[in-house]
């Protein structure tokens, strides 16, 4: 399983196929856990999963730009959709990912960016999650958090629980709202756990102190049943308020798991994806959960390319398969 995570992290970093991809809409089973490219299609999404009493934070797809005119217009597409689910009285927020807004460019251009968000935002009541990405981008991250959170009330993050650094911030930001994970990236063991019990166990805690410890409101965000459980025990047994935790999982994934926690009465916010630059988004998806490469065969089996993928040695090929039919159709 490490191996497979490593090939589909490394297939998320290729940038020739991270553009390639944009040229081709949704493709290779992507249409089943991204919600759509236009904020029209967004919209819809969100009233869909509104519909069946869950709430939705959205994700406009993209990172790690060195273009300041691609990151005004996705801070423009950002503030867009806000808007839109100012004007349609959706039970929505927002994540954004600061290289997205030009971390990598300039500390001020990017904080101003997201200083434009956040205004929008509060101007429709709307929360805002500045995301964490890879590590090396933390530090420069929680530089632009710190600053936003002394200027607004609407904004929270990220604490990946692989990240040594997460045990000290989980007290810093006890009093705000976090979404916790466990991560996504592939760190250096000396920034951040290997091994997955240690991930999970460092997970647990995280949940148990942020619930306990400040006032603000957790995002237990996870598809491991065993620790969603383990977290309503905790709960129970603590007389945690509703209104001060909520269950969050990704389009497309344990649907069945996000209806039965809906029916249950516990709050549950789907993270809805949205954009045409979805390819690393859905290799790292693929990464955390190989077996979903069943998403990318079944959905292009019609392909001689990838009907020999699935015959053959599967991931790897089907990885290189990828490859191959996106540099044919540049």
């Known amino acids: 399983m490490p191996l497979l995570r490593d090939i589909f992290i490394n297939l998320s970093e290729n940038q020739f196929l991270n553009n390639a991809s944009k040229k081709m809409g949704l493709k290779f089973g992507a249409q089943k856990v991204v919600g759509g490219i236009t904020v029209e299609e967004t919209v819809h999404r969100i009233k869909d999963i509104n519909n069946q009493g869950m709430s939705v934070t959205f994700d406009n797809l993209g990172e790690f730009i060195t273009d300041k005119n ?183 994934f344990r649907k069945e798991l996000q209806r039965e926690l809906t029916e249950d009465g516990y709050h549950v916010c789907v993270y809805v994806p949205t954009g045409n630059d979805w390819y690393a988004y859905f290799m790292r998806r693929l990464a955390e959960r190989p077996q979903n490469i069943n998403l990318v065969l079944k959905s292009v089996t019609k392909d001689p390319i990838f009907k020999t993928a699935a015959a053959g040695t599967g991931v790897v090929l089907a990885g290189a398969a990828l490859y191959k039919l996106m540099a044919r159709k540049k």
Not at 82 to 92: H, P, S
Not at 183 to 191: C, D, L, N
């Open 70 to 252: 691609d990151a005004r217009e996705a801070k423009e597409h950002i503030i867009e959709i806000i808007r839109a689910i100012g004007e349609n009285g959706l039970n929505a927020s927002g994540s954004i990912k600061l290289t997205q807004l030009g971390l990598n460019i300039d500390h001020d251009f990017c904080a101003a960016n997201a200083r434009e968000i956040l205004e929008a935002a509060k101007n429709e009541n709307i929360f805002i999650n500045i995301d964490m990405e890879n590590y090396a981008s933390h530090h420069a991250t929680i530089r632009v958090v710190d600053l936003m959170m002394e200027e607004f009330d609407n904004v929270g993050t990220v604490l990946q629980s692989y990240l040594f650094d997460s045990a000290e911030d989980v007290y810093k930001y006890k009093d705000r709202r976090l979404r916790l994970v466990k991560g996504a990236y592939k760190e250096a063991p000396q920034v951040a756990f290997q091994d997955k019990k240690d991930i999970d166990k460092a997970f647990e805690s995280l949940i148990r102190t942020h619930l306990t410890e400040g006032e603000g409101v957790t995002s237990i965000a996870t598809h491991d049943h065993n620790i969603i459980h383990n977290a309503i025990d905790f709960i129970n047994e603590h007389g945690i308020p509703d209104d001060q935790f909520e269950f969050q999982m990704l389009y497309g």
